[in-house]
């Protein structure tokens, strides 16, 4: 194994700036919340309010309640990014300082760093779009397919860092010196 680190992160680079993007997306979106949460609530309720004859039947308290649940998918976008980022960013470390760094733990970085990032992506357009489509459940279904593939990417990320994790872990050293430290591990 090299002794620079970097050396064994850069077949995982694709998934490690991946990560980071999401860490700083959850980040923006924080800060753009505490900068604009009044204009943002507005913007979801005059989304609501273009449509509260046809989606809503005129029902004030219903669009009330999606537009408030849109905000909680909007908060929810903040946390995924990260949340999911910084744990994809320290599976895809924990990758690199490993050892071997093959086929697995090259699909697996980009797997974690991209579903990290897709997922948070999904909750922000679901807040974004439910009160104009008159419900949290029409956003939803309506962004099934994304929802589905960021978790996805993630789990695939996951179970592969876990996979090479106890493969590299519990494999027997080749060189003799390496036993000892092996084992007192």
Sequence with gaps: MSTNPSTQLRPLAPGLILAILAILFGFLL?????MAESFIKNRLKSSADAVLETAYAGDGEVRDAVVAKSWTYLKRAHLHGGAIGTAALSSIVLLGLLGRVGLLERVSATAFGAGAL????????AGLIAPSLGGTAAAKEALELMAILGAGLCLVGLGGTLVSAIRQLTARPTNP???????AL
């Design 177 to 183: 010196g390496q036993g000892a430290t092996m084992r």
């Design 30 to 34: 924080g800060g753009s919340f505490g």
């Design 118 to 125: 897709i997922y948070p992506l999904f909750w922000l357009a």
